[in-house]
Structures are given as C-alpha cells and as structure tokens.
C-alpha cells in the first residue's frame, strides 16, 4: 500500500528522513531499497547506519554482500542484493535467520523479494536532476509509525 511521497532537493533532507527513520526502527524492521544504479540507495543507508553509530565508515556491501553494525537498539545488516543471481543464495547466506532480531537495509531488495516478509517497508528511490523522490509503500502497521513521526509539519518542511 502506497503511505507517502517525499521529493527531496538536497542530501541534507536525504538524509534527515534517513535519520527520522532509524530513530523510528526497531528490530525486525526491514527496509526494502529499489531504484536505478546512482539513485542514493546507499547514501541513504550511510545516513541510517551513521544516525546510529557516529563516526564510522560506511561503504557500499555490494562484494561482500553484507556488513553487520552493532547498533544499541538491534544488530543492523546493511545487504546488496546486487550480485545475487539466484535468489536461494540468500537461504545459503543464512541471514533470513536474523530478520526478527536486527534491522536490515536490502538494496537491490527486487533480487530477493520473495524473501522478504510482507511486514517490510519498502523505500523506491528515483533521481532526476539533482532531485530525488523516496516513495513508502507498507502495510497498516508502518502508515500508522510514519504518520505518528513524520507530522504534517516535517512533511511540509521538507518537501
């Protein structure tokens, strides 16, 4: 179900939603992250990692697949799907495991959808000229966690 539409100017307001969103996550969430290859899937998972544990690098899991961050509320795995080119490779990775204790970031998330729970929230992420639109589509239960977070006035400002 479609929840809201941010279209954003700037890195800066990238990255405050980023923010707002790990100060609402908790464990068992799973962010879901599609869009074109440059859209920002990975700065904006930088900017969530980097909202809970300050001052570390962040680089993209596209080799390595996933990183782990030990954050204080929950564990966070940071995964790119990208190379994935069969999906039962994540069953083998033995992630899917975790889902329920830690906080996942999935980039490329379309390689493994049919893994994913339908609990996820999944963030499409579009970049055309220097403007970047971040659409949420989830279930009741993430319309009612962002309407409490993200007011109208956080909605307004930075839009």
């Not at 990208?82 to 083998?92: K, M």
């Not at 992630?95 to 490329?108: A, C, G, H, T």
């Amino acid at each position: 179900m479609y929840i809201v539409k941010f279209d954003l100017k700037t890195k800066i307001k990238t990255k405050t939603l980023a923010c707002c969103l790990y100060q609402l996550s908790k464990a068992g969430d799973i962010f879901a992250l599609y869009g074109d290859i440059g859209s920002g899937k990975t700065t904006f998972a930088r900017y969530f990692i980097n909202e809970a544990i300050k001052n570390i690098q962040v680089p993209s899991p596209s080799y390595n697949l996933y990183f782990k961050y030990e954050a204080k509320k929950a564990p966070i795995y940071h995964l790119d799907a990208w190379r994935i080119e069969n999906s039962l490779e994540i069953l083998n990775l033995g992630i899917i495991d975790y889902f329920k204790e830690s906080i996942f970031l999935v980039e490329w998330a379309d390689k493994i959808e049919k893994y994913l729970p339908d609990t996820k929230l999944t963030i499409k992420i579009d970049y055309k000229m220097n403007e970047r639109t971040l659409e949420f589509y989830g279930n009741e239960n993430w319309k009612s966690r962002l309407k409490k977070s993200f007011n109208r006035d956080f909605i307004e400002k930075n839009n």
